[in-house]
């Protein structure tokens, strides 16, 4: 397989209707993958489905709907996954949000923990058997500097108490680095491997929305292509095919946090999100 050439490899990507994501899944599809676009909205998935069509001319190019904030839709979407395809080639957790102020999901969650952490480390769990059955297998997980910031509170991961968004944001792109840690410890590197990456600051609507005054600075943000070209490396490049449990900035190796490289945090952290999202421990 060449950096080129994705054809008959089965790539899945989360929050794929716009910015990083919907860069990541056209990029797979002009390589010749059959993508999966997972979202919220069936008709941005549709329009962003046809958008990719139409500009690299690959027509595997299917959705998936669920909003990520509920475990039950997480769930039902994995299941759908799993039924189309026997086989996953690549998983990229790239769906991410900011909230200001303190939102609870219907599962009694803070918002950014359930969608940012919770809802990855759920659904690459339930389709780990699909991801084996690919092998050689890729998760990616979209993760940030940001998480430099962030302090995991091990008995309130939620932050009831004292909320700050961006603490609770950094917060959950720790854990994005610290599962991909674990599971990367966890897999068989010739069966699977698990990187995350900082996409850079790429203008976005994350970015805009959570961070209005960043817009007056729009002209030296990084395109959505340019902060997806990481994520497409990770997934496709064989440079990568034996690395697993790294932090990527600009298609290179980088050393996140000290934090971030805290194994017993990793396996705690793991522990905690079975707890959280139902899972059996394995």
Not at 69 to 75: E, F, K, L, P, T
Not at 212 to 241: N, Y
Request: proline share 4%; aromatic share 4%.
């Amino acid at each position: 397989m060449t950096d080129r050439s994705m054809k008959g490899r089965v790539c899945v990507i989360t929050g794929a209707t716009a910015g990083i994501g919907q860069a990541t899944a056209a990029g797979l599809a002009q390589r010749g993958a059959t993508v999966v676009l997972v979202a919220r909205s069936r008709d941005k998935a549709r329009a962003s489905a046809e958008e990719i069509i139409r500009a690299t001319g690959n027509e595997r190019v299917q959705t998936v709907i669920a909003d990520l904030s509920v475990q039950a839709q997480v769930r039902a979407a994995a299941s759908e996954i799993a039924d189309r395809f026997p086989a996953i080639h690549v998983l990229v957790n790239n769906a991410g949000m900011y909230t200001r102020r303190r939102e609870v999901t219907a599962d009694g969650i803070e918002m950014q923990l359930a969608v940012n952490h919770l809802a990855p480390f759920l659904l690459t769990n339930l389709l780990l058997d699909r991801l084996r059955a690919g092998a050689p297998a890729r998760v990616v997980n979209v993760s940030s500097d940001g998480h430099k910031g962030g302090r995991i509170r091990w008995d309130d991961p939620g932050m009831a108490n004292g909320y700050g968004g961006l603490r609770a944001y950094a917060n959950t792109k720790l854990m994005n680095i610290l599962f991909t840690r674990e599971l990367a410890r966890r897999e068989d590197v010739s069966v699977l491997t698990a990187n995350a990456l900082h996409p850079g600051v790429v203008g976005t609507s994350l970015l805009f929305g959570g961070f209005a005054p960043i817009s007056l600075f729009k002209r030296f943000l990084r395109t959505p292509e340019q902060g997806a070209a990481t994520s497409i490396h990770l997934a496709s490049s064989p440079a990568v095919a034996k690395i697993t449990g790294g932090y990527f900035k600009d298609e290179k190796p980088i050393q996140p946090s000290a934090a971030a490289r805290d194994d017993d945090a990793s396996r705690r952290l793991w522990a905690l999100s079975e707890q959280l999202t139902g899972l059996a421990p394995r």
